[in-house]
């Protein structure tokens, strides 16, 4: 599905990431993991279209993206939850929803969206006409896990979400994320929970400095006495 193979990314002169090889299967839930600078939120961005980047591929079900416009992602099939989460304070719950499905062929299907975005996330049903910003943190970023379900993706990408979050709220968020997976669209996940996300994953990868040192099933990387070290507090 997704390929990415040796990019790299940089601000100016200075490179973010350095010949990263990553790949994401239809329906594989995947993570990136990593100390924080080491170009999580950079590799993510660059491969939902915000960062271009210098050299390298990277390609969804063989086209290339290459050069694809930012605001055309969408039609590939690609849907980012940004770190921060980004959504309209000042809109209602179901305004933030609908900005979700603004492509034609979601928007055809934006009811069934809704229903579906609702049954996944009750709170939100509860409070479709308050603004976001009212919101609490945990709810605020289902909404934005929401509103990019609202377009319908193929491949949802997910930076950091449980930043900032209690750990109840990460728990509840990780059930979610394994649900939305479960029925058949693909993740990529970026994440500071590294315990959480490796129990969560099909794939890992560790991301260092802007490289990519590991890379494999999460419960091998696990093992490893070097992310048992730096990662999971094990010694």
Request: glycine share 10%.
């Amino acid at each position: 599905m997704l390929e990415a193979r040796n990019l790299r990314v940089s601000y100016g002169a200075a490179p973010a990431i350095s010949d990263a090889n990553l790949s994401v299967a239809a329906g594989m839930l995947a993570v990136v993991v990593g100390p924080n600078g080491a170009g999580k939120s950079t590799l993510i961005n660059a491969i939902g279209g915000l960062h271009r980047p210098d050299a390298g591929t990277l390609s969804i079900n063989g086209e290339s993206l290459m050069g694809v416009p930012a605001h055309r992602y969408c039609d590939y099939g690609i849907a980012l939850v940004p770190e921060g989460r980004r959504l309209f304070a000042g809109l209602t719950v179901l305004e933030n929803l609908a900005l979700g499905s603004y492509r034609s062929a979601a928007r055809a299907r934006r009811a069934d969206s809704l229903e579906e975005v609702c049954s996944i996330f009750p709170v939100l049903k509860e409070r479709l006409a308050a603004p976001a910003g009212t919101l609490s943190g945990g709810q605020q970023q289902m909404l934005a896990i929401g509103r990019a379900l609202m377009a319908r993706p193929k491949l949802l990408l997910l930076d950091e979400p449980s930043l900032g979050l209690a750990p109840a709220i990460v728990v509840e968020l990780f059930r979610v994320i394994r649900r939305v997976n479960a029925a058949g669209v693909a993740v990529l996940l970026v994440e500071q929970n590294v315990a959480a996300a490796l129990g969560l994953a099909h794939r890992a990868y560790v991301l260092e400095e802007g490289r990519i040192v590991a890379k494999g099933k999460p419960r091998e990387l696990a093992a490893q006495p070097h992310i048992q070290r730096a990662y999971l507090g094990l010694h």
